[in-house]
């Protein structure tokens, strides 16, 4: 049996977890919008037109910000032609994913959808075809009170309170030769400080985010992000990242080692915001939003372009994606003392935590767990704990830790929450240092394992992959023991302190 030991005290924080931490991200891609979370013709769609079988499964996600409309989507969107009385609204093709893109769905329906799921909105705005007059627009539309042409127009639309939308981001993935009005860094960087500029005259409580670099393996990476921050370190909040970590024929063992890029990547990003910083003598610091993140498959529905909701990307994820999954998501909660922001990508039917069929079913990808538990259960203190874990090598990885594992302190609840990843494929007995909480009380185990790594879940069996008890925690002067099974997600609830016994739901 493999052994691991963490030490966990409540003087050693990373960062306090942002409530944007747990977002998703919706675009109108494939069935993600259509056939996905708006489908006038299912039986269960209500008055709007929303499935409220999908809403019924993502509001438990507790989902703080969602992000639209893109995505590469973005980079050739005319918003205005998703805006008023949907017989006026034009039908024209998306270049991004090569379909017809019928706008029967626009900021207002999206507007509606994420207040019914109790998210914030996250508005990307184009800066590939178009640039800052038409961002100058939608935000006028979505943000000012009322006597411009494009507020008044909401009006008459029918909302006469702006939506005050808090977030918004400067483009989408512009350094990547698949983006419609791919621009160079210089030119992206002095676009997205001039609109940013302007942006802030109509609205200056907004929070800008830049586009930094697509993936970590394009070859302007990372000198992409740097200078696009010489040219907007004083005039946006974030920086983008994004990230999605595919098998590709790797075995399991590199496949779990692979969100070790997650962090690398992280740190790397984190260097090149303290250079600009650091050349630019400012005192500002640059925060992160990793507004796409997620594993990725082969799909098993093949797409058929130049059609309105034709699967793309539409994959039953397995349970090893789902441990994959699950290490990146802890990459994240690990570096909540700079990264602010995170949107999984994408919610429905596109590399999914939900998936449905056409006028049919709708039900839960095995990512869907992690991400509900640690969206439940890791709001608070992020703690820097010591970890003692065996490790692995791999062709490509070396000392990659058995145990992947967070801890978050809630104090409000009085609450310590551990998640574990056990890589291996035998069990792992892992014993935790809690002493610095005081006495702990009514230890709650949550796993996520399957006999089979390549077991999915389908509209037939939906609950293949699910999270069950676990054997459970065995708690003694402070101190606890939790045996981990193998290849599995594993979560770790303690009540710690005066209220002996008494752990909530996460609400």
Known sequence: MLKAKMIISKDFVIGRTDERLFGSFVEHMGSVVYNGIYEPDHPKADADGFRTDVLDLVKPLRLSVVRYPGGNFTSGYRWEDGIGPRENRPTTLDLAWRAVEPNAFGLNEFMKWVRRVGADPIMTVNLGTRGIEEACHMLEYCNFAGGGYWSSLRVAHGIAEPYRIKVWCLGNELDGEWQIARKTADEYGRLAAETAKAMRRIDEDIELVAVGSSAPHMATYPEWDRTVLMHTYEHVDYLSLHHYIGKRGKDTAEYLAMPLEVERQIAEVKAACDYVKAVKRSKKTMYLSFDEWNV???????????????????VRFHM????????????????????????????????????????????????????????????????????????????????????????????EKDELTVFAVNRAGEPALLAMDIRDFGPAFAADHIEMRHERLDAVNTAERPDEVAPRQGEGVFVRDGSAECLLAPYSWNVLRFAVGRREGRLTDGE
């Open 296 to 314: 990725w498959r082969e799909p098993d529905v093949e797409y058929v372009p130049w059609q309105t909701g034709s699967p793309y990307d539409w």
């Open 320 to 411: 090893e994606d789902a441990l994959v999954f699950a290490s990146a998501m802890l990459a994240i909660l690990r570096n909540a003392d700079r990264i602010r922001i995170a949107c999984q990508s994408l919610l429905v039917n596109t590399i999914p935590l939900i998936l449905t069929e056409k006028g049919g079913k709708a039900w839960r990808n095995p990512t869907y767990y992690p991400f509900a538990h640690v969206s439940l259960y890791g709001r608070g203190e992020v703690m820097r704990c010591v970890v003692d874990s065996p490790k692995y090598d791999t062709p490509d990885y070396t000392d990659v830790p058995v145990i992947d594992s967070a801890a978050v302190w809630n104090e």
